[in-house]
Protein backbone atom coordinates (compact mmCIF):
# COMPACT_ATOMS: atom_id res chain seq x y z
CA UNK A 1 0.00 0.00 0.00
CA UNK A 2 3.13 2.54 0.84
CA UNK A 3 4.64 1.15 -1.65
CA UNK A 4 1.48 2.08 -4.28
CA UNK A 5 1.33 5.64 -2.69
CA UNK A 6 5.06 6.22 -3.49
CA UNK A 7 4.70 5.32 -7.44
CA UNK A 8 1.82 7.14 -7.86
CA UNK A 9 3.44 10.93 -5.65
CA UNK A 10 6.29 9.52 -8.39
CA UNK A 11 3.79 9.31 -11.46
CA UNK A 12 2.19 12.83 -10.42
CA UNK A 13 5.25 14.68 -9.71
CA UNK A 14 7.11 13.32 -13.15
CA UNK A 15 3.33 14.24 -15.06
CA UNK A 16 3.99 17.12 -13.14
CA UNK A 17 7.43 18.58 -14.11
CA UNK A 18 6.83 17.15 -17.43
CA UNK A 19 3.82 19.47 -17.93
CA UNK A 20 6.30 22.36 -16.08
CA UNK A 21 8.97 21.66 -18.61
CA UNK A 22 6.65 22.21 -21.75
CA UNK A 23 4.27 24.87 -20.28
CA UNK A 24 3.86 27.35 -23.24
CA UNK A 25 6.62 30.06 -22.95
CA UNK A 26 7.37 32.95 -25.49
CA UNK A 27 11.06 34.23 -27.00
CA UNK A 28 12.59 37.11 -25.41
CA UNK A 29 12.11 40.58 -26.65
CA UNK A 30 14.96 41.35 -27.81
CA UNK A 31 15.71 37.97 -29.46
CA UNK A 32 14.04 39.68 -32.55
CA UNK A 33 16.65 41.59 -35.22
CA UNK A 34 16.10 45.08 -36.13
CA UNK A 35 14.73 45.28 -39.73
CA UNK A 36 12.65 47.68 -41.51
CA UNK A 37 9.93 46.08 -42.34
CA UNK A 38 9.21 44.29 -46.40
CA UNK A 39 5.73 44.88 -46.90
CA UNK A 40 6.48 43.05 -50.62
CA UNK A 41 8.27 40.17 -49.58
CA UNK A 42 5.39 39.68 -46.40
CA UNK A 43 3.20 39.31 -49.72
CA UNK A 44 5.19 36.85 -50.89
CA UNK A 45 5.48 34.55 -47.99
CA UNK A 46 2.03 35.16 -47.57
CA UNK A 47 1.15 33.64 -50.92
CA UNK A 48 3.69 30.94 -50.45
CA UNK A 49 2.29 30.01 -46.84
CA UNK A 50 -1.86 30.07 -48.50
CA UNK A 51 -2.44 31.68 -45.53
CA UNK A 52 -5.53 33.04 -47.42
CA UNK A 53 -6.83 29.03 -47.89
CA UNK A 54 -7.40 28.44 -44.35
CA UNK A 55 -7.98 31.50 -42.78
CA UNK A 56 -10.28 33.50 -46.01
CA UNK A 57 -13.49 34.42 -44.97
CA UNK A 58 -16.06 32.08 -46.73
CA UNK A 59 -17.99 34.96 -47.96
CA UNK A 60 -15.07 36.67 -49.02
CA UNK A 61 -15.45 38.72 -52.55
CA UNK A 62 -13.22 41.53 -51.70
CA UNK A 63 -10.28 42.76 -53.60
CA UNK A 64 -7.78 41.97 -50.83
CA UNK A 65 -8.39 38.52 -48.68
CA UNK A 66 -10.54 39.31 -45.64
CA UNK A 67 -8.83 36.46 -42.74
CA UNK A 68 -11.50 36.26 -41.28
CA UNK A 69 -11.49 32.78 -40.40
CA UNK A 70 -14.55 30.81 -40.11
CA UNK A 71 -13.84 27.30 -41.86
CA UNK A 72 -14.72 23.90 -39.86
CA UNK A 73 -11.69 21.27 -40.44
CA UNK A 74 -13.33 18.03 -39.62
CA UNK A 75 -10.81 15.87 -38.72
CA UNK A 76 -10.37 12.53 -36.58
CA UNK A 77 -9.64 14.48 -33.40
CA UNK A 78 -13.02 16.58 -33.46
CA UNK A 79 -13.61 19.74 -35.34
CA UNK A 80 -11.26 22.56 -35.61
CA UNK A 81 -12.54 25.68 -36.24
CA UNK A 82 -10.04 28.13 -38.16
CA UNK A 83 -9.63 31.44 -36.08
CA UNK A 84 -9.66 34.87 -37.77
CA UNK A 85 -6.32 36.72 -38.20
CA UNK A 86 -7.21 39.99 -39.26
CA UNK A 87 -5.75 43.01 -38.00
CA UNK A 88 -9.21 43.41 -36.06
CA UNK A 89 -8.52 44.61 -32.76
CA UNK A 90 -10.83 42.84 -30.83
CA UNK A 91 -11.93 39.54 -32.64
CA UNK A 92 -8.38 39.07 -34.59
CA UNK A 93 -5.21 39.55 -34.38
CA UNK A 94 -4.90 43.45 -34.61
CA UNK A 95 -3.50 43.64 -31.04
CA UNK A 96 -0.71 41.32 -30.97
CA UNK A 97 2.90 42.75 -31.40
CA UNK A 98 5.51 41.57 -33.92
CA UNK A 99 6.84 38.35 -30.82
CA UNK A 100 2.77 37.73 -29.98
CA UNK A 101 3.05 36.74 -33.71
CA UNK A 102 6.49 35.06 -34.35
CA UNK A 103 5.96 33.09 -31.01
CA UNK A 104 2.98 32.01 -32.63
CA UNK A 105 4.46 30.82 -36.10
CA UNK A 106 7.31 29.69 -34.26
CA UNK A 107 6.41 27.99 -31.31
CA UNK A 108 2.90 27.47 -31.45
CA UNK A 109 2.31 29.61 -28.61
CA UNK A 110 -0.57 32.06 -27.89
CA UNK A 111 -0.08 35.83 -26.18
CA UNK A 112 -1.87 34.62 -23.41
CA UNK A 113 0.61 31.29 -22.81
CA UNK A 114 -1.64 28.85 -24.42
CA UNK A 115 -0.15 25.75 -26.79
CA UNK A 116 -2.25 25.81 -30.20
CA UNK A 117 -3.21 23.19 -31.57
CA UNK A 118 -0.97 21.74 -34.66
CA UNK A 119 -3.59 21.76 -37.28
CA UNK A 120 -1.85 24.94 -36.76
CA UNK A 121 0.92 24.50 -38.96
CA UNK A 122 3.55 26.23 -36.84
CA UNK A 123 5.72 22.54 -37.67
CA UNK A 124 6.76 24.24 -40.86
CA UNK A 125 6.40 27.61 -39.77
CA UNK A 126 9.12 27.36 -36.77
CA UNK A 127 11.37 26.97 -40.02
CA UNK A 128 10.80 30.35 -40.92
CA UNK A 129 13.39 33.40 -40.89
CA UNK A 130 12.66 36.22 -38.05
CA UNK A 131 12.80 38.66 -40.40
CA UNK A 132 10.41 37.19 -42.70
CA UNK A 133 7.91 36.25 -40.15
CA UNK A 134 8.28 40.10 -39.67
CA UNK A 135 7.49 41.35 -42.89
CA UNK A 136 4.30 38.66 -43.03
CA UNK A 137 3.08 40.43 -39.98
CA UNK A 138 3.80 43.83 -41.26
CA UNK A 139 1.81 42.17 -44.45
CA UNK A 140 -1.10 40.89 -42.67
CA UNK A 141 -1.43 44.79 -40.92
CA UNK A 142 -2.43 46.34 -44.09
CA UNK A 143 -5.12 43.74 -44.56
CA UNK A 144 -8.59 44.40 -44.20
CA UNK A 145 -10.35 43.58 -40.38
CA UNK A 146 -13.30 41.32 -40.13
CA UNK A 147 -14.92 41.47 -36.89
CA UNK A 148 -15.73 38.03 -37.20
CA UNK A 149 -15.92 36.70 -33.81
CA UNK A 150 -13.97 33.03 -33.30
CA UNK A 151 -15.76 29.69 -32.50
CA UNK A 152 -13.89 27.20 -29.82
CA UNK A 153 -12.91 24.45 -31.40
CA UNK A 154 -15.36 21.05 -30.91
CA UNK A 155 -12.33 18.32 -29.76
CA UNK A 156 -13.23 15.12 -28.49
CA UNK A 157 -11.18 13.42 -25.34
CA UNK A 158 -7.64 13.76 -24.74
CA UNK A 159 -6.97 15.97 -27.50
CA UNK A 160 -9.12 19.01 -25.84
CA UNK A 161 -6.30 18.92 -23.15
CA UNK A 162 -4.53 21.92 -24.45
CA UNK A 163 -1.23 21.05 -21.77
CA UNK A 164 -0.85 17.81 -23.19
CA UNK A 165 -0.03 19.69 -26.58
CA UNK A 166 3.64 20.51 -24.54
CA UNK A 167 4.32 16.67 -24.78
CA UNK A 168 3.09 16.66 -28.13
CA UNK A 169 5.83 19.56 -29.32
CA UNK A 170 8.84 17.75 -27.17
CA UNK A 171 8.13 15.15 -29.34
CA UNK A 172 7.41 16.61 -33.09
CA UNK A 173 8.87 20.41 -33.18
CA UNK A 174 11.73 21.02 -34.64
CA UNK A 175 12.86 23.77 -36.69
CA UNK A 176 16.09 22.09 -38.15
CA UNK A 177 15.87 21.26 -42.05
CA UNK A 178 14.57 18.09 -43.40
CA UNK A 179 16.76 17.43 -45.90
CA UNK A 180 20.66 18.74 -46.77
CA UNK A 181 21.40 20.11 -49.64
CA UNK A 182 24.93 22.10 -50.80
CA UNK A 183 25.20 24.81 -48.66
CA UNK A 184 26.49 26.78 -52.15
CA UNK A 185 23.47 25.85 -53.33
CA UNK A 186 21.30 29.17 -53.57
CA UNK A 187 17.99 27.56 -55.68
CA UNK A 188 18.24 24.12 -53.51
CA UNK A 189 18.33 26.42 -50.23
CA UNK A 190 15.34 28.81 -51.47
CA UNK A 191 13.41 25.50 -52.57
CA UNK A 192 14.01 23.27 -49.08
CA UNK A 193 13.16 26.77 -47.49
CA UNK A 194 9.65 27.41 -49.15
CA UNK A 195 8.37 23.41 -49.45
CA UNK A 196 9.79 22.92 -45.50
CA UNK A 197 9.04 26.28 -44.21
CA UNK A 198 6.28 28.66 -45.03
CA UNK A 199 4.58 26.12 -48.20
CA UNK A 200 4.15 23.67 -45.21
CA UNK A 201 4.09 20.69 -48.26
CA UNK A 202 5.01 18.36 -45.67
CA UNK A 203 1.48 18.74 -43.12
CA UNK A 204 -0.02 16.93 -46.04
CA UNK A 205 2.21 14.93 -48.06
CA UNK A 206 3.80 13.54 -46.05
CA UNK A 207 2.41 10.55 -43.44
CA UNK A 208 2.30 10.68 -39.87
CA UNK A 209 3.14 8.18 -37.34
CA UNK A 210 1.25 7.24 -34.25
CA UNK A 211 1.60 10.76 -31.86
CA UNK A 212 0.42 12.59 -34.83
CA UNK A 213 3.78 14.24 -35.77
CA UNK A 214 5.44 13.58 -39.39
CA UNK A 215 7.36 10.34 -40.48
CA UNK A 216 10.41 12.08 -41.64
CA UNK A 217 11.15 8.99 -43.09
CA UNK A 218 8.79 8.93 -45.45
CA UNK A 219 9.16 13.27 -46.10
CA UNK A 220 6.33 14.08 -49.15
CA UNK A 221 6.23 10.03 -50.06
CA UNK A 222 2.00 10.77 -50.17
CA UNK A 223 -0.46 9.96 -47.05
CA UNK A 224 -3.94 9.72 -46.31
CA UNK A 225 -6.12 12.88 -46.98
CA UNK A 226 -6.98 14.41 -43.82
CA UNK A 227 -10.05 15.44 -45.26
CA UNK A 228 -10.89 11.61 -45.20
CA UNK A 229 -11.14 10.55 -48.45
CA UNK A 230 -8.63 9.65 -50.79
CA UNK A 231 -4.55 9.97 -50.85
CA UNK A 232 -2.25 13.13 -51.26
CA UNK A 233 -0.04 11.65 -53.98
CA UNK A 234 4.08 11.22 -53.32
CA UNK A 235 5.95 14.39 -54.94
CA UNK A 236 9.85 12.69 -54.30
CA UNK A 237 11.24 11.98 -57.73
CA UNK A 238 10.95 8.43 -57.41
CA UNK A 239 8.30 5.90 -59.59
CA UNK A 240 5.25 6.34 -57.47
CA UNK A 241 5.73 10.05 -57.43
CA UNK A 242 6.92 12.53 -59.96
CA UNK A 243 10.09 10.50 -62.02
CA UNK A 244 7.92 10.77 -64.66
CA UNK A 245 7.26 15.10 -64.57
CA UNK A 246 10.60 17.49 -65.39
CA UNK A 247 11.12 20.40 -63.42
CA UNK A 248 9.71 22.72 -65.87
CA UNK A 249 6.48 20.26 -65.49
CA UNK A 250 6.42 21.34 -61.92
CA UNK A 251 7.06 24.60 -62.85
CA UNK A 252 4.38 24.46 -65.14
CA UNK A 253 2.07 22.77 -62.83
CA UNK A 254 2.61 25.11 -60.03
CA UNK A 255 1.98 28.18 -62.35
CA UNK A 256 -1.09 26.61 -64.24
CA UNK A 257 -2.75 24.19 -63.29
CA UNK A 258 -2.04 21.65 -65.67
CA UNK A 259 -0.71 18.54 -65.09
CA UNK A 260 2.41 17.05 -67.88
CA UNK A 261 -0.88 15.17 -69.15
CA UNK A 262 -2.50 18.08 -69.14
CA UNK A 263 -5.66 16.90 -66.66
CA UNK A 264 -6.36 19.96 -64.30
CA UNK A 265 -5.15 20.53 -60.51
CA UNK A 266 -7.93 18.81 -57.93
CA UNK A 267 -8.73 18.21 -54.69
CA UNK A 268 -6.97 20.46 -51.90
CA UNK A 269 -4.36 21.32 -54.41
CA UNK A 270 -6.69 23.85 -56.42
CA UNK A 271 -6.24 26.42 -53.48
CA UNK A 272 -2.88 25.73 -53.06
CA UNK A 273 -1.74 26.26 -56.80
CA UNK A 274 -3.60 29.50 -56.86
CA UNK A 275 -1.61 30.67 -54.26
CA UNK A 276 1.66 29.43 -56.42
CA UNK A 277 0.81 30.97 -59.05
CA UNK A 278 0.82 34.19 -57.23
CA UNK A 279 4.41 33.61 -56.73
CA UNK A 280 7.63 35.29 -58.74
CA UNK A 281 8.39 32.28 -61.38
CA UNK A 282 11.76 32.15 -59.66
CA UNK A 283 10.33 30.66 -56.20
CA UNK A 284 8.27 28.22 -58.23
CA UNK A 285 11.21 27.09 -60.18
CA UNK A 286 13.26 26.61 -56.81
CA UNK A 287 10.15 24.49 -55.62
CA UNK A 288 10.67 22.14 -58.35
CA UNK A 289 14.44 21.73 -58.18
CA UNK A 290 14.32 21.12 -54.50
CA UNK A 291 11.23 18.33 -55.28
CA UNK A 292 13.89 16.70 -58.05
CA UNK A 293 16.51 16.74 -55.38
CA UNK A 294 14.98 15.13 -52.74
CA UNK A 295 15.77 11.49 -51.52
CA UNK A 296 13.19 9.25 -54.26
CA UNK A 297 10.54 7.19 -51.63
CA UNK B 1 -27.67 -20.70 -94.63
CA UNK B 2 -26.79 -21.09 -91.21
CA UNK B 3 -23.26 -19.32 -91.85
CA UNK B 4 -25.14 -16.84 -93.74
CA UNK B 5 -27.41 -15.76 -90.96
CA UNK B 6 -25.33 -15.96 -88.13
CA UNK B 7 -22.72 -13.47 -89.85
CA UNK B 8 -25.75 -11.45 -90.25
CA UNK B 9 -26.94 -11.69 -86.62
CA UNK B 10 -23.18 -11.08 -85.56
CA UNK B 11 -23.30 -7.82 -88.08
CA UNK B 12 -26.25 -6.93 -86.49
CA UNK B 13 -25.26 -6.97 -82.81
CA UNK B 14 -22.05 -5.12 -83.98
CA UNK B 15 -24.01 -2.21 -85.56
CA UNK B 16 -26.36 -1.97 -82.66
CA UNK B 17 -23.32 -1.96 -79.78
CA UNK B 18 -21.67 0.47 -82.53
CA UNK B 19 -24.96 2.17 -82.45
CA UNK B 20 -25.29 2.38 -78.79
CA UNK B 21 -21.96 3.48 -78.28
CA UNK B 22 -22.03 6.37 -80.89
CA UNK B 23 -25.67 7.51 -78.80
CA UNK B 24 -24.24 7.36 -75.20
CA UNK B 25 -23.64 10.83 -74.30
CA UNK B 26 -21.55 9.76 -71.92
CA UNK B 27 -19.22 8.10 -74.29
CA UNK B 28 -18.60 10.50 -76.40
CA UNK B 29 -18.33 13.40 -73.89
CA UNK B 30 -15.53 11.24 -72.36
CA UNK B 31 -14.50 10.93 -76.48
CA UNK B 32 -14.76 14.87 -76.78
CA UNK B 33 -12.57 15.53 -73.43
CA UNK B 34 -10.18 13.55 -74.70
CA UNK B 35 -10.02 15.39 -77.90
CA UNK B 36 -10.00 18.63 -75.68
CA UNK B 37 -7.07 17.38 -74.03
CA UNK B 38 -5.08 16.14 -76.80
CA UNK B 39 -5.36 19.35 -78.04
CA UNK B 40 -4.29 20.97 -74.74
CA UNK B 41 -1.04 18.89 -75.33
CA UNK B 42 -0.19 20.17 -78.71
CA UNK B 43 -0.65 24.09 -77.13
CA UNK B 44 0.87 22.93 -73.85
CA UNK B 45 3.92 21.37 -74.86
CA UNK B 46 4.75 24.71 -77.09
CA UNK B 47 3.99 27.10 -74.29
CA UNK B 48 6.43 24.96 -72.41
CA UNK B 49 9.06 25.25 -75.11
CA UNK B 50 9.15 21.78 -75.00
CA UNK B 51 7.80 21.40 -79.04
CA UNK B 52 8.82 24.57 -81.78
CA UNK B 53 5.83 26.86 -81.84
CA UNK B 54 4.02 26.17 -84.52
CA UNK B 55 1.05 28.45 -86.13
CA UNK B 56 -0.81 25.91 -88.53
CA UNK B 57 -1.05 23.09 -85.20
CA UNK B 58 -1.92 25.68 -82.73
CA UNK B 59 -5.17 26.92 -85.18
CA UNK B 60 -5.63 22.97 -85.30
CA UNK B 61 -5.68 22.70 -81.54
CA UNK B 62 -7.74 25.82 -81.18
CA UNK B 63 -9.89 24.34 -83.95
CA UNK B 64 -10.61 20.98 -81.79
CA UNK B 65 -11.71 23.74 -78.50
CA UNK B 66 -14.05 25.03 -80.81
CA UNK B 67 -15.73 21.76 -81.46
CA UNK B 68 -15.35 20.83 -77.93
CA UNK B 69 -17.67 24.37 -76.71
CA UNK B 70 -19.79 23.54 -79.95
CA UNK B 71 -20.48 20.01 -78.74
CA UNK B 72 -20.28 20.28 -74.87
CA UNK B 73 -23.63 21.09 -73.90
CA UNK B 74 -25.79 18.33 -75.60
CA UNK B 75 -23.54 15.74 -74.08
CA UNK B 76 -24.68 15.79 -70.32
CA UNK B 77 -28.20 15.77 -70.43
CA UNK B 78 -30.41 14.57 -67.61
CA UNK B 79 -29.87 11.04 -66.44
CA UNK B 80 -26.65 10.66 -67.41
CA UNK B 81 -24.95 10.96 -64.27
CA UNK B 82 -23.75 7.92 -63.78
CA UNK B 83 -22.00 4.41 -65.26
CA UNK B 84 -18.48 4.42 -67.80
CA UNK B 85 -16.94 5.70 -64.57
CA UNK B 86 -18.36 9.21 -65.45
CA UNK B 87 -16.22 12.10 -63.61
CA UNK B 88 -19.20 14.34 -63.80
CA UNK B 89 -20.55 16.05 -61.04
CA UNK B 90 -24.04 16.14 -59.57
CA UNK B 91 -23.83 19.98 -59.58
CA UNK B 92 -24.21 19.72 -63.29
CA UNK B 93 -27.58 18.86 -63.16
CA UNK B 94 -28.31 20.58 -59.62
CA UNK B 95 -26.52 23.85 -60.95
CA UNK B 96 -27.36 23.64 -64.31
CA UNK B 97 -27.67 27.73 -65.44
CA UNK B 98 -23.66 27.66 -63.35
CA UNK B 99 -22.96 24.99 -65.40
CA UNK B 100 -24.00 26.81 -68.91
CA UNK B 101 -21.94 30.04 -67.38
CA UNK B 102 -18.32 28.18 -67.33
CA UNK B 103 -19.15 26.12 -70.43
CA UNK B 104 -20.31 29.79 -72.38
CA UNK B 105 -16.79 31.52 -70.43
CA UNK B 106 -15.08 28.43 -72.35
CA UNK B 107 -16.54 29.12 -75.76
CA UNK B 108 -16.10 33.17 -75.54
CA UNK B 109 -12.54 32.31 -74.78
CA UNK B 110 -11.76 29.97 -77.49
CA UNK B 111 -13.51 32.41 -80.14
CA UNK B 112 -11.20 34.86 -78.89
CA UNK B 113 -8.17 32.79 -78.78
CA UNK B 114 -9.48 31.92 -82.48
CA UNK B 115 -9.74 35.66 -83.28
CA UNK B 116 -6.13 36.38 -82.49
CA UNK B 117 -4.69 33.95 -84.82
CA UNK B 118 -1.84 33.69 -82.91
CA UNK B 119 1.37 34.14 -84.84
CA UNK B 120 4.10 33.86 -82.40
CA UNK B 121 4.61 31.95 -78.85
CA UNK B 122 3.57 34.74 -77.40
CA UNK B 123 0.58 35.46 -78.90
CA UNK B 124 -0.25 32.17 -78.15
CA UNK B 125 0.16 32.56 -74.47
CA UNK B 126 -2.26 34.96 -74.18
CA UNK B 127 -4.88 33.57 -76.27
CA UNK B 128 -4.64 30.43 -74.86
CA UNK B 129 -4.13 31.23 -71.13
CA UNK B 130 -7.89 32.25 -70.73
CA UNK B 131 -8.91 29.03 -72.09
CA UNK B 132 -6.67 26.80 -69.65
CA UNK B 133 -8.07 28.94 -67.13
CA UNK B 134 -11.69 28.30 -68.15
CA UNK B 135 -10.95 24.79 -68.57
CA UNK B 136 -10.04 24.37 -65.02
CA UNK B 137 -12.79 27.16 -63.83
CA UNK B 138 -15.55 24.23 -64.99
CA UNK B 139 -13.63 21.07 -63.19
CA UNK B 140 -13.55 22.58 -60.16
CA UNK B 141 -17.20 22.93 -59.24
CA UNK B 142 -18.39 20.21 -61.99
CA UNK B 143 -16.45 17.37 -61.99
CA UNK B 144 -15.70 14.91 -59.33
CA UNK B 145 -12.36 14.28 -57.51
CA UNK B 146 -10.54 11.14 -58.53
CA UNK B 147 -9.86 9.76 -55.36
CA UNK B 148 -6.44 7.61 -56.36
Given at each position: ???????????????????????????????????????????????????????????????????????????????????????????????????????????????????????????????????????????????????????????????????????????????????????QDSVLIRGRYLVEGPGHCGECHTPRNWTGGLDYSRWLAGAPSP??????????????????????????????????????????????????????????????????????? | MLKVSLSIFLSTVFMASVAVAGSDPILERQELMEDTRDAAKVIGGMLKEEQPFDAAAAMAALETWKKTATQAGELFPEGSDSGHDTEAKATIWTDRDGFNAKLNEFSTQVDAAIAANPDSLEALNAAAGPVFKACKGCHEGYRVEKQD
Open positions: MKRLAIILGLAVMAAGSLLLVTRPTGLPADILPAHPADISNGERLFHAGGCASCHGSTDSGSEFPILGGGLAMDTPFGIFHVPNISPHGGSGIGGWSTLDFVNAMHLGVSPDGRHYYPAFPYTSYTRMGFEDLMDLKAYLDTLPASDRRNDAHELKFPWNIRAGIGLWKLLNLDAAAVVSVPPEGEGKVPNITPSEKGLAGWSQGDIEYYLASGFTPDFDTVGSSMVEVQKNMAMLPAEDRAAIAAYLKAIPPL | -
